[in-house]
């Protein structure tokens, strides 16, 4: 299983992003598909998940200026992010979660960078 991240870059205060994560050579369904952020020097933290049922859940803090979406056809994930901040500096890693009968197996990208800055 492979999760190929794109879309990262510099952008400024108040920009716009759109982050992109295929997900390739699945052999089971996916149960749900997330981005996480690492600033730097910082742990690695869930920014927003979305489930095969189509329910999302989001990190508060980024609620409301980020949206995340699912096509679990084409086995892809998006990050719109939107008002972006300094404090968004970060590299964002695609996850995933493949349904193995009753368990999930996750399964990680190798993430993008992602800066704000003027």
């Known amino acids: 299983v492979q999760l190929v991240e794109s879309g990262g870059g510099l952008v400024q205060p108040g920009g716009s992003l759109r982050l992109s994560c295929l997900v390739s050579?699945?052999?089971?369904?996916?149960?749900?598909m997330a981005w996480y952020h690492q600033p730097p020097g910082r742990e690695r933290k869930l920014v927003a998940r979305v489930y095969s049922s189509g329910s999302t859940n989001y990190a508060d803090s980024r609620k409301g200026r980020f949206t995340i979406s699912g096509d679990f056809v084409k086995n892809t994930t998006y990050l719109q992010m939107n008002n972006l901040e300094p404090e968004d500096t970060a590299v964002y890693f695609c996850?995933?979660?493949?349904?193995?009968?009753?368990?999930?197996?996750?399964?990680w990208g190798q993430g993008t960078q992602v800066t704000v800055s003027s």
């Open positions: 050579g699945a052999t089971s369904a996916i149960y749900s």
């Open positions: 996850h995933t979660e493949l349904q193995k009968g009753r368990l999930t197996v996750d399964y």
